[in-house]
Every structure is written in C-alpha cells, then in structure tokens.
C-alpha cells in the first residue's frame, strides 16, 4: 500500500471494481489518476511544509508566509495537578455557549457542570461592537444566576473563532469578522477588554482572569488533561487546522528561549503562494475560483469537509457530460454548485449500507442510475476521501517528525487530539490518516484521542494550565532573594 502510484490501484478498499466494466473503468481512473498521491508526492508536500512552518515562525519571513504559526502564549499542557471551577465562553457563530466546567484533580476528570445557549440576533451581529459584548455580559450574567455562581470570581477561557492576531495569553486583536459578523469598532481592538469593559459597565458580577483560546489550541488541551503525552491537536471537518508545542528558541517572534509555547500553524493557507499547483486538479481550481475567498485557504480546499462534497460534484458532471454516468443525462439538482453534500460521502462509502444509500442519494438528486453509476459513484467518493487522508496525514506526520528532530529524539511518542466531522464520521478516513502517517513519519509512534468538546472543557483547560504556571511563577517571585544561606550550603554539599 506504501507504493499506490497508478490508476489500477486507485483503492484497494472499494471491492466492487468487479461491477464496473473494464473498459469504462479505465476511463473513470482517467479522470481519478490525479487524485491518486504515490508516497513519492506526498513526501514532496511534507518536504514543504517543513520549510514553510519554518518560514512562518521566522521573525522576517513571517508576514509572506502562507502557514501562518501563531504563537498561542500557552506555554504548557496539562500536568494532572490542574483542579477547580472554570467559565468557558465559546463564540464561533450565531450562537454561543457559556459553560461551567469543573476539573477534578482526584479523578483526573473534567467535568462539564453545566451549559446554556445563547442566540445572536442579526441586528446585533450587523450592530456595534458595544451592543455584541453587552449582550454577550447578560447571557453570561443570566447563567452564573442559573447556577448559583454569582459572588466568585472564576477565570474564564474565551474561544473566540475568528482571525486574531494574540499579544498575550489574555490579550487578542480582532483582525477582522468573517461568517457574517460585522460589528462596528471591534477590528483592531482587544476583544479581552471588550468583554471586561460590557461587564464591569453592568457592575453586577465579576470574573478572574481570562485566556483567549483557538479551538484547535482547546481540542489538543482537553485530551491533554486525560493523555499528558498530548501535544498535537488537529481538526478536520467543516475547515481544518493544527497546532503543536514548539521549542521556544524556535520561535522568533516572542522574546524567551526557554522552554515551549503552542504554536497555531492555520495549516489551511499552506499553498497559498502556490505551491502545491503541482497536484491541485481541474476540479480543485474549480472550487477554488466559485468559493468565496478564491486564492486563499488552498489546502483547506483539497481537504475539508467544507469542499469535499462539492470536488466529487463536479467530478461527477464530467463524467456524465463524457457518457461515463448516467447514461449522459444530468439533472438539474446535480448541475447546482453545493447540492451534493460531503456527509453524502461518508454515506455511500459505508461497508455494509452504502450501496442502498448512495441509490437513495442519487434518487434525490433527480438522477436515473444503473448498478454501474451506483459503483463508479463510489469509486469517486472513495478516491477524493482518500486524498484527503492522504493529504492530511502529510501535513501531520511533517509537525510529527518536527518535534522529533526539535528534541533530537531517534523515536517520538506522542498523542494528538483530534476533532471534526471528517475524521469522526466518514467510515474509512481515520484508519487511512494512520495508515499513511505511519509510512511519512516511520519515527513516530502516534496516538489519536477523540476531543471532547474542545472549545468548551478545552478553553476550560487552558484557562487551568496558565492559572497553574502563574501561581508557579509568583512562587518563585516570592522567593527570590529568600533563604540564600540554605543555597549556599547546598552548594558547599555538592561540591
């Protein structure tokens, strides 16, 4: 399997090549061939990668870097010692959450206490920067009066899911909105002090101090309390990220040599300076010109779920347009850009249900099929989900083998927190991601553990780990200047 390099070997878990004719077969691998990585290509892009994380984290080579590598300012993973009550402010969307989480050191647990909703109305996503952060004020008022929580001031990690720019673990510059915000005098300002001015003009409450969170930062945090060797997290789904802790001495853009800092890759721009031309298709082009940020976000589009369904669309028009489906004959569901769903990939592709479903899928895409549409279909969904795979795993196993080499390490350990509709419905995805991670980074011993609710336990998380290292730091502050005969001493003993 480490040398798939041609058509015939487009996939080897699809077991009904046999229902399709040879000669229409050759011509539907025609089209697939490119979406077929050999390890020879998928080598290539890791090659690459690894020059372009090192380009993002470069103080001067930073700004044209298409990988961005944010520093995060988390400075370490869980230990297990972590414990008490936590607020969790989760904003991505229309709406957003507050949780109370609860970390048990005891059973080493994290326990989601309690949870509530709240919606954003349209008139205040389009409204002022005040209106938003005084509605998200009450929201948070009206669940500490839920439950019972008002009169202590707890710490509060905040996962804010647009483009930042973060200055410290509690200081982050909104860059500017995306999915359909646009609240006025909040771009270029620190959402932190937004949030603290809304609740001290209430006057009714109080919180501790705050982290600003990146989910991707939160999915690996939150198995980072379970699995301590956790210092990867990865989301594929709707959109795809990474992040993993760095050397400090790596990362030029922050004073300090000692020790580590999570690194946020936002992996999704790699290509963006196109460099990953040489295995994007006719189809990928495609997507990307119809998207709504054409030229941006190149790997995101090979890969996630936000794109996957639509690839497999235009796929299929091509191959009914040649003759190959359908007896030539479209519809007109099927000749709409979005109409084909990327969970509709997932579903064809189940061992035992998919050949029912995908009947199902094209019947209500107004399309008349024979059992041969119903395989090539198949083989379709199969190889562009397998590209993703591949694709992903290329990227991984790179932050992979990086740490090894930053610690100088012949073998590496490690656990990644995954998150993300892709990797936790699509029947084959995650066994295929390991498959290959294991062929591009041999060195590597690496453990995938599911993320519970990473925007939520894991900013919880986050928020425990710098409580954590600021408590540590004060007591070494405290103790400073204190007790120097005992290191004397100690130091005559040593000697």
């Known amino acids: ?153 707890l710490p509060l990690g905040f996962t804010f899911s647009f483009p930042c720019e973060q200055k410290e673990i509690d200081k982050s510059i909104l860059i500017r909105w995306t999915k359909g915000f646009n609240c006025s005098g909040v771009e270029g300002k620190d959402v932190v002090k937004l949030l603290k001015e809304a609740i001290h003009r209430r006057g ?118 040649d003759k190959l489906l359908f007896k030539g004959q479209t519809s007109e569901a099927l000749l709409t850009p979005g109409t084909f769903e990327t969970k509709f990939i997932s579903e064809i592709e189940e061992q035992d249900g998919g050949l029912e479903n995908t009947q199902k899928i094209l019947a209500n895409l107004g399309l008349t099929w024979d059992s041969v549409d119903v395989h090539v279909v198949r083989l379709v969904c199969d190889t562009i989900s397998s590209r993703s795979a591949r694709l992903c795993a290329a990227a991984l196993a790179t932050i992979a083998n990086r740490i090894r080499v930053n610690r100088g390490q012949d073998h590496l350990k490690t656990t990644v927190g995954v998150d993300g509709t892709v990797y936790k419905k699509h029947p084959n995805f995650s066994e295929e991601l390991k498959v290959w991670v294991r062929h591009l980074a041999p060195n590597c011993d690496i453990t995938f553990l599911v993320s519970e609710d990473g925007s939520g336990k894991g900013a919880a998380m986050v928020t425990a780990v710098a409580q954590r290292l600021a408590l540590q730091s004060r007591l070494l502050d405290d103790s400073d200047g204190e007790g120097d005969d005992d290191g004397d001493e100690e130091e005559d003993e040593d000697k």
Request: overall charge negative.
């Open 204 to 321: 009714d409450y109080d919180i501790g101090s705050v982290a600003m969170v990146n989910d991707t930062v939160g999915t690996m945090m939150s198995c980072g309390y379970k699995d301590q060797s956790c210092e990867i997290g990865m989301i594929i789904g709707t959109g795809t990220n990474a992040c993993y802790m760095e050397e400090m001495r790596n990362v030029k853009r922050v004073e300090g040599e000692d020790g580590r800092m999570c690194i946020n890759t936002e992996w999704g721009g790699f290509g963006d300076d196109g460099s990953l031309k040489h295995i994007q298709t006719e189809f990928d082009v495609e997507v990307d010109k119809t998207s709504i940020n054409p030229g941006v976000h190149t790997f995101e589009k090979m890969i996630s779920g936000m794109y996957l369904g639509e690839i497999v669309r235009l796929l299929l028009v091509k191959l009914t347009e």
């Open 1 to 153: 399997m480490a040398n798939v390099k041609n058509g015939s070997e487009i996939s080897k878990k699809v077991q009904h090549l046999d229902a399709i004719p040879p000669d229409t077969l050759s011509k539907v691998q025609k089209y697939l061939e490119p979406f077929v990585l050999s390890l020879e290509k998928l080598r290539e892009v890791s090659a690459q990668l690894r020059k372009d994380l090192i380009r993002g984290l470069g103080k001067h080579s930073h700004h044209k870097a298409p990988v961005k590598m944010l520093p995060t300012f988390v400075r370490a993973t869980p230990d297990g010692t972590e414990k008490g009550d936590f607020l969790a402010l989760d904003l991505g969307g229309t709406n957003f959450r507050v949780l109370h989480v609860r970390v048990v050191e005891e059973q080493q647990k994290m326990l989601k206490m309690d949870s509530q909703i709240c919606v954003i109305p349209q008139e205040i996503m389009l409204g002022t920067g005040q209106h938003l952060f005084d509605h998200i004020a009450a929201c948070l008022s009206d669940f500490l009066d839920s439950e019972n929580l008002r009169g202590q001031t």
